[in-house]
């Protein structure tokens, strides 16, 4: 899902105390310039701007990444340390107006908007129908249903969001999971809140890995099932821990044969399929 960002200035940012003094110092608007690109920067990570050891330090790597000279961003770093606008810590630092002044949106708020649009246009159709009553009226109809219909969607779209993100924090684990709904979506079988909430007890009855979670989703959408199954390698996967086990054994006590050994390798692998 996109996100969109832009930075919000409040109206008395200029008139902050600490910006007034910082633009009163020689090259003071270049720094202003320079602290603002920083928030521009932080704004897509919680207002942090981390040191990834490109540059020797810090201030070169900034300069390079905002295109600015070297010992203009280490005195606008060190102005803004003594005045508090920003907090070093190891390998970030961290711009609090960046958070503050921070705009954002999904493009689920693009869809909000031309919903409302197309409430609009059905609302000037009303208006129209007086010249023209019974186009007006199919036209309005139609619109109502569609409008009806992107809503329903719209709301279906945000309750899942919201159970998934109440379910867990890994990113890639909620895409698969979204992944795995539009693939009931597109076999003509939707599930429910009710259903998305048994599949998600279930994939915590079959295991506590996130990874694994995944794998097993995209083996269900891989072999176009409805429902989840345990991963098919996971016996090979304890056939293969318990033989090292087995083995490891084997190296401690030297009494046990070649053919013994053999034999509870076997015995290891039955129980395993059952």
Avoid at 143 to 167: A, H, M, P, T
Avoid at 187 to 194: E, N
Avoid at 220 to 229: A, E, L, V
Wanted: negative net charge; proline residues 1%.
């Amino acid at each position: 899902m996109k996100r969109y960002y832009w930075l919000k200035l409040k109206d008395d940012f200029f008139t902050q105390k600490a910006i007034k003094k910082l633009r009163r110092i020689a090259g003071g608007d270049t720094f202003t310039i320079i602290y603002l690109k920083m928030m521009l920067i932080a704004m897509k990570s919680d207002g942090k701007i981390y040191f990834e050891g490109i540059e020797s330090n810090f201030y070169e790597e900034l300069a390079l990444e905002l295109d600015e000279e070297e010992e203009n961003v280490n005195l606008t770093i060190r102005y803004l340390l003594t005045h508090k606008l920003i907090e070093e810590s190891e390998n970030e630092y961290f711009i609090p107006e960046s958070v503050n002044n921070t705009g954002s949106e999904t493009d689920s708020a693009e869809r909000v908007r031309r919903l409302r649009q197309k409430t609009l246009q059905c609302n000037d159709k009303v208006l129209q129908s007086n010249s023209d009553v019974t186009t007006s009226n199919e036209d309005v109809t139609k619109c109502n249903v569609e409008k009806r219909r992107e809503e329903k969607e719209l709301d279906i779209r945000v309750d899942n969001k919201l159970i998934f993100e109440s379910y867990t924090q890994n990113i890639e684990l909620i895409k698969t999971l979204k992944s795995f709904i539009e693939f009931r979506k597109s076999i003509k079988s939707k599930m429910t809140d009710h259903a998305i909430n048994l599949l998600l007890k279930n994939l915590d009855k079959l295991t506590e890995s996130d990874q694994e979670k995944i794998e097993i989703l995209n083996q269900s959408i891989i072999n176009g099932y409805k429902g989840i199954f345990p991963l098919k390698n996971n016996n090979v996967k304890i056939f293969e821990k318990n033989k090292k086990v087995i083995q490891h054994y084997k190296n401690v006590n030297q009494e046990v044969t070649d053919e013994e050994f053999e034999e509870m390798l076997k015995l290891a692998k039955e129980i395993e399929e059952g």
